[in-house]
């Protein structure tokens, strides 16, 4: 029988966090855990407004289906995900916190780490960025200076887009993504164009609103900056449109409900040649770590929650610069807590 069990965290950011959809200085969250014998896999939930993914309802769904949960036979993490799939509906973050710690756990039991259990090997793994929120120019020169990395992630939409840029560009000659999260029109977008070209920026994440198809159509034409879809690929069925509209997607554990769908959606991605970045819900290292075994299959990551947050819950991946590594010699994610 599995043992359920949760805790509640409100870790601070080291910097106020501010894009397109708000500030915050702490982020919630809620690392759960599936535990049978003397193995225990772990999950993560982070609170996001703009998803309506809320800690207090997730608590309350736990509650309610313990019993079911925890007499649940596990005999695969696929399986594990249908039954969950089913029995919280319309819950992607709760989901994926469980279907995380499944994953663990089954890595655990088969005596291998995670990324082996899928069939990958720790190779070819991209450096992360570190996000930059919106912030003045001044600001901006500082954090580069505090926070040296090769790649960055400005984030765009707070109505001095280019002055960021262009402070951002001039503290650092390191690689640039800007991450509008929905926050422009097309006719911003047009006008901005250029100057992101002149500034040699790598890839433009959401520039605009998810439903925006046909201002989407227009935008890919004027542009040879990859345009990588967020907001408008939450879940697996986004997949095929989203793949026509933009060069490639980012995939997150907490959008599309879990591991268990975010392979199906790389595999997708890869049959259609489009790119492939990872990225989180600015989860601590215990949802980091287990997106990181993913990381053979990325072009770009965006695995940045654990640098950017004061304090972490969790030990697991670990940085050297923009370089992630997992432990050695684990089994599953190799999370401890």
Same mark, same amino acid.
């Given at each position: ?5 949760y805790r509640r965290?409100? $870790?601070?950011?080291?910097? !106020? /966090?501010? %894009? +397109? ?16 014998g ?5 999950g ?8 309506n993914a809320?800690?207090?309802e ?8 313990r ?12 399986r ?6 089913? $029995?919280?509906?319309g819950? !992607? /973050?709760? %989901? +994926?916190a469980l279907?995380m710690?499944?994953?663990?756990l089954w890595?655990?039991l088969?005596r291998?780490p995670?990324?082996?259990m899928?069939g ?7 450096p992360?960025d ?6 003045e120019p001044a600001?901006?020169?500082?954090r580069?200076?505090?926070?040296p990395y ?6 765009m ?9 262009e402070?951002l560009r001039?503290a650092?000659?390191a690689?640039?993504r800007?991450?509008?999260?929905e ?8 006008l901005l ?6 500034l040699d920026v790598e ?17 890919k ?6 345009l ?5 690929c ?11 509209l ?6 997150k554990?907490a959008?599309?409900g879990?591991?268990t ?11 259609a040649?489009k790119k492939?970045?990872l ?6 290292n ?9 990381l053979?299959?990325?072009d770009?990551a965006?695995?940045?929650?654990p640098?950017l947050?004061?304090e972490?819950a ?8 923009a370089?992630i ?7 599953g994610t190799?999370?401890?807590?």
């Amino acid at each position: 029988m599995l043992q359920l069990t949760y805790r509640r965290y409100d $870790l601070p950011f080291e910097y !106020p /966090f501010a %894009i +397109a959809k708000g500030t915050k200085t702490h982020q919630p969250t809620l690392v759960l855990s599936l535990g049978l014998g003397r193995l225990t896999g772990y999950g993560e939930a982070t609170e996001i407004g703009y998803y309506n993914a809320r800690l207090d309802e997730m608590i309350v769904l736990l509650e309610k289906n313990r019993s079911t949960i925890e007499h649940y036979a596990l005999n695969g993490p696929e399986r594990f995900w249908h039954f969950l799939h089913h $029995l919280l509906p319309g819950q !992607p /973050f709760l %989901i +994926a916190a469980l279907d995380m710690a499944g994953w663990d756990l089954w890595a655990q039991l088969n005596r291998r780490p995670l990324y082996a259990m899928i069939g990958l090997q720790w190779k070819n793994i991209p450096p992360t960025d570190y996000t930059i929120g919106i912030n003045e120019p001044a600001e901006i020169r500082q954090r580069v200076a505090e926070k040296p990395y090769p790649v960055y992630k400005l984030k765009m939409g707070g109505g001095h887009d280019l002055q960021a840029l262009e402070a951002l560009r001039g503290a650092t000659d390191a690689r640039i993504r800007i991450d509008a999260n929905e926050a422009w029109s097309l006719d911003e977008a047009r006008l901005l164009l250029p100057e992101l070209e002149r500034l040699d920026v790598e890839l433009i994440e959401q520039p605009l609103h998810r439903d925006d198809k046909e201002g989407m159509i227009a935008l890919k034409q004027l542009t040879h900056i990859p345009l990588i879809a967020d907001e408008a690929c939450r879940e697996e069925k986004d997949v095929p449109s989203c793949l026509e509209l933009y060069d490639g997607i980012n995939i997150k554990l907490a959008k599309c409900g879990g591991l268990t769908p975010a392979l199906n959606m790389i595999r997708a991605a890869k049959q259609a040649r489009k790119k492939v970045m990872l990225g989180g819900m600015c989860e601590s290292n215990v949802g980091a770590t287990v997106l990181a075994h993913l990381l053979p299959l990325a072009d770009y990551a965006d695995i940045d929650g654990p640098l950017l947050l004061k304090e972490n819950a969790g030990r697991g991946l670990i940085y050297d610069g923009a370089s992630i590594s997992l432990p050695a010699g684990q089994t599953g994610t190799g999370i401890f807590m």
